[in-house]
């Protein structure tokens, strides 16, 4: 390469809760740099989620679960060999299976039916919680994928 690689930015952690995953999380959600109205849409979320939990979990234990839930262990990748494009399964690094969860329960909350954004995303996050819902499904699809072309996997990179 004949760039060196970008430098992690260091992330602050929240106002409230004091986590780190959080604000990843918030900035994952942020449009047009509306950082307070993203803040106050998670909280809210939370809010929801504590209400309605049956558990003595705490609403930011169950969305943490849920997190961890969503997350996928193995995608496929296009390689090029000899003419040909095949999928090959990998094994994804710690920091792209969060970012990849992250995006999709909020690409999934935001195409929900509930009122509010905060209510989509509690409303998603319960239901990655119990695993069921648009983005377990979204996981479960890349697992069948990477499953399916299990056969090329001596194609690795």
């Given at each position: 390469m004949r760039k060196s690689r970008a430098?992690?930015?260091?992330?602050?952690?929240d106002p409230k809760f004091g986590d780190k995953l959080v604000t990843r999380f918030v900035n994952t959600m942020m449009?047009?740099?509306?950082?307070?109205?993203a803040f106050k849409?998670?909280?809210d979320a939370i809010e929801i989620?504590?209400?309605?939990k049956s558990e003595e979990d705490t609403g930011l234990d169950i969305w943490?679960?849920?997190?961890?839930n969503v997350m996928p262990q193995v995608e496929v990748r296009?390689?090029?060999?000899g003419g040909a494009t095949f999928q090959i399964p990998m094994q994804i690094r710690p920091e792209r299976k969060v970012s990849m969860a992250m995006s999709?329960?909020?690409?999934?909350s935001r195409k929900r039916n509930e009122k509010s954004m905060a209510e989509k995303?509690?409303?998603?996050?319960?239901?990655?919680?119990k695993e069921e819902g648009a983005s377990i499904k979204k996981k479960t699809e890349v697992h069948r994928m990477a499953e399916a072309n299990k056969a090329f996997s001596h194609f690795r990179f």
């Open positions: 430098k992690k930015r260091i992330l602050l952690p449009i047009s740099g509306k950082k307070n109205l849409i998670f909280y989620v504590d209400k309605n943490k679960k849920a997190l961890s296009s390689r090029r060999i999709w329960m909020i690409k999934f995303l509690a409303q998603e996050i319960l239901a990655a919680y």
